[in-house]
């Protein structure tokens, strides 16, 4: 049986290790996305006097990019900091630019934005959704499905070929052998790894699963007693409105002018969610002084004028979970940082058992 194990481990570890080692790293770099936006954003500007109207910016920007699609506006309290005007270019292409709120005009290009979208297409599909081809992007989700499923199967039996070598003293699986020397080392540090490693790995497997499969998501919705599981729209995608409708860029400004009524100018940061009616607007409000996760959902109707909580499906509630629980956001900073090493460990898991299979080879 151990036999059968070994190579079924070895097997899969190679057919899968390109895969996995693209998910393994993309999943590092996004635990950290926020971070990484921040610092590597040039996102300021020179402060003036007062920012243009809303409307006034989209205007003046629009002649940039003419016929843009608006999917998200991001407004920063600080005087110094860029407006964030993301959407669709002309030729369909997903595009994010930082506006001169005093100007209108467009002080940069978004390239953190542009570069976290990549790496996301990376994690989901392997990219391959870029081609804009559906058959290679359900194949690429497929791929990374399967590799899911594969990662979670090495992890099983390679704990089980490792628990076997130990059986009689099994204390010592549990150490790292830091007196081996070479071969002994690597593979002391492969199950070591392996085992501290796997339990987390093995929630990100199980986790990430959900999004992979729906019939799994439905399970696991069912159990919170929730029959549908929420989609989220590909942020890529076309989505909100176009900049040359006019009623909908005045329906943005007044939903900022009912914003700003209710709540006043001190807030940290405001997103607008741009959808295709342009009259109903859903706000990522972020308050001042608050966390990414204290942040508020609303929704302005720019027609009764009203302002309130969005109150979003349970199935998104479950679905926001599992991200949590899948990047180990659920843990705080503590857990973000233990899930992204874990993550980074599948780099050296594949090569440390990659050299062991190569030094077995060569004697």
Known sequence: MIKILKKFHLILAFIFALPLLVLS???A????????IDIFSKDEVVAGKK???????????????????LSYLKIRAEANKAYVISGTSENGEFESFFIDPYTGEISGINKAEK???????????LALSLFKNENLSKFASELVALSTLALLFILISGAAIYFWRFRSR?????????KAKKFAFLYSLHGFLGIYL???????????????????????????GEEKVFKKPNFTNKNGFSLSDEQKVANLKKAYEIFISKFGGEFEALNFIANSGGVKFMLFYL???????DGVRLLVDTKSEQISKNAMPKSFEIYKFMIDLHAGYIFGELGKFIFCLASCGVVLLLFSGGAIYYKRCKN
């Open 29 to 36: 770099i996004i635990s950290y996305h926020d971070e990484i």
């Open 170 to 178: 099994v204390g010592e699986a549990f150490k790292l052998n830091l």
């Open 51 to 69: 920012p243009l109207e809303i409307d006034e910016i989209l205007k003046i920007f629009s002649k940039s990019e003419p016929n843009f699609n």
């Open 198 to 224: 796997g339990v987390i790995l093995s929630v990100i497997c199980i986790s990430g699963l959900y999004f992979s499969y729906e019939s799994f998501a439905k399970v696991i919705n069912q159990i919170y």
């Open 115 to 125: 570069f976290i979208g990549l790496v996301l297409n990376l994690h989901k599909n």
């Open 25 to 27: 790293i993309s999943g």
């Open 287 to 293: 308050p001042k002084g608050a966390s990414e996760r």
